[in-house]
């Protein structure tokens, strides 16, 4: 079974889904893996309190490009309620096989980026509350 699991990281790293920056995005974040150099931009475009696209673009290891690509597809479509909840067993249970702890950086590097941007922003782009993203946040700058 682990080799079917390894497959399907493979398959994620080799055609990624949702690779590519959108048009529009309300959300982009940068992130980075200091101690191995995974490079991660995630965007994200909101709509009524949903993800209604979401890309990345970055560079790395199997690991971390896999973990993007599967983050993307849960995310996509979702409310932000849910997407906020992700947490990094959820990240860890997609991928579906052991990471070894030197390892946890570069599988959970899409989900720290997106929890980062996230927690900037409290409210939805274009809100006027407090905390709401600044206009250069909305527009992905």
Do not use: K
């Not at 995005?25 to 191995?36: D, H, I, K, P």
């Not at 996509?76 to 070894?100: H, K, M, T, Y």
């Amino acid at each position: 079974m682990d080799s079917l699991y390894r497959d399907e990281i493979l398959e994620h790293y080799r055609r990624p889904h949702h690779f590519g920056l959108i048009a529009d995005a309300t959300f982009s974040r940068e992130g980075s893996n200091q101690v191995c150099g995974d490079r991660i931009n995630l965007q994200l475009r909101i709509a009524d309190g949903r993800v209604v696209a979401v890309g990345f673009t970055g560079r790395g290891c199997a690991i971390s490009q896999a973990a993007a690509s599967m983050l993307s597809d849960e995310i996509d479509g979702q409310p932000l309620e849910r997407v906020r909840a992700f947490d990094a067993q959820r990240v860890l249970e997609l991928l579906a096989i052991e990471i070894s702890p030197a390892r946890q950086h570069c599988a959970l590097l899409a989900l720290e980026t997106l929890q980062d941007g996230l927690s900037q922003g409290e409210n939805e782009p274009g809100s006027t509350e407090p905390g709401s993203w600044s206009e250069q946040e909305q527009r992905g700058l």
